[in-house]
């Protein structure tokens, strides 16, 4: 558990309608007179005028800026030790894929990570760690939590919507997470931070009660992606992911492993949250109201997932953290889930 001294939190977070734009006055603002951009694929052509632009207007210098399409570990690690010299801070403006390298080449190099996430697939923009390929397996490495967020609603309202479906999943999961980490610290295996766990409770609570009339609406993308934010301090807090990642993400990582193809991270998530809050007898009407009442269900209806996937995933997810102690964990729980799966009318609409 981290000591409440060394708590690190983002010194910029912009969320909001044209934050995009303003890039440049918030770089200044932190005293970054010279950067280093990282765009995702094709993310030059739909945002890079509006970004270099905005820099120029600060008087920000963009000593290099690029596109890059790699996780590969040893690709980060040529990536961050081939920086210029002079570089203050490293911007990444895109998917998981640029923030996640982005934001391990910074780590590798010391240096602020300024994090701009073009979708709200998941709260990975906020987090302290790196989804990457090691020896060609992907693996969660340990990173910084970003020095800077920047979230501009327009550009997400204008993403495809399976990505604000796989918000919805991620930020709803926290709800079966925290309950997780209670059980484990219950049962002597972790130790419970009550700061964290009431930040984590704060930003799910306030995102699953937050009216809207459209899942883009300005209040439900800035309510999403502030929650989203929220998870991951509530992550730093705690000195690792046991606030917002439970037996519900190990199903999805296990999932990610069997599956040639497996879907967005956050839907997967979604999914196993309705199952673990079943086997926890806990929150499982208001975790189906979300999902029902934003269309989850519906887009994951759409996507043909199959039961037997989440059997074997449910079988294989204590593997995927042998070092946790879950519901999961446990053989009489995996049962459990295996059943809801297989008996569940919710669940017979969305897997085959």
């Known amino acids: 558990m981290k000591n409440a001294s060394s708590i690190e939190i983002p010194s910029i977070l912009k969320i909001g309608n044209g934050a995009l734009d303003s890039i440049g006055s918030y770089m200044k603002e932190a005293a970054f007179e010279q950067v280093v951009i990282y765009f995702g694929n ?8 509006r970004v ?10 963009v000593l290099e800026y690029r596109e890059i399409d790699t996780i590969d570990i040893d690709d980060i690690i040529g990536m961050a030790f081939s920086l210029p010299s002079k570089t203050q801070a490293v911007i990444s403006i895109g998917g998981g894929k640029v923030i996640d390298a982005g934001k391990y080449a910074a780590f590798l190099k010391n240096l ?26 992907r693996t969660s490495v340990p990173a910084r939590l970003a020095c800077g967020i920047i979230v501009d609603t327009e550009v997400i309202r204008t993403a495809p919507e399976k990505f604000i479906y796989s918000g919805i999943g991620d930020m709803v999961s926290k709800i079966t997470a925290i309950y997780d980490w209670v059980y484990e610290a219950e049962l002597g295996y972790s130790q419970l931070n009550d700061f964290a766990v009431m930040i984590a409770k704060k930003a799910v609570n306030s995102f699953v009660r937050t009216p809207y009339q459209s899942i883009k609406d300005e209040l439900f993308l800035k309510e999403l992606l502030d929650s989203l934010a929220m998870s991951g ?30 879907q967005l991270h956050g839907i997967q998530v979604g999914v196993a949250t309705y199952i673990m809050s079943i086997v926890h007898d806990h929150r499982q009407k208001r975790v189906n109201t979300v999902l029902t009442e934003t269309g989850f ?15 074997r995933a449910i079988d294989m997810a204590p593997s995927i953290k042998p070092h ?29």
Do not use: C
């Open 324 to 352: 946790r102690h879950t519901y999961l964990h446990e053989e009489t729980y995996r049962e459990a889930a295996k059943r809801v799966v297989e008996e569940d009318s919710v669940l017979a609409r969305v897997l085959q």
């Open 297 to 311: 269900w519906d887009y994951s209806a759409s996507l043909g997932m199959k039961k037997s996937d989440f059997i």
């Open 52 to 61: 270099m632009e905005s820099l120029k207007q600060s008087g920000i210098h």
């Open 42 to 49: 094709g993310l030059i052509d739909l945002f890079g005028g």
């Open 112 to 137: 602020p990570f300024i994090s701009v996430p073009t979708s709200s697939s998941s709260d990975g923009f906020s987090s302290a760690s790196a989804s990457l390929i090691v020896e060609g397996r």
């Open 233 to 262: 301090i509530a992550n730093e807090i705690a000195g690792s992911s046991a606030p917002t990642s439970g037996s519900e993400h190990l199903i999805s990582h296990a999932l990610d492993k069997l599956l040639e193809l497996p």
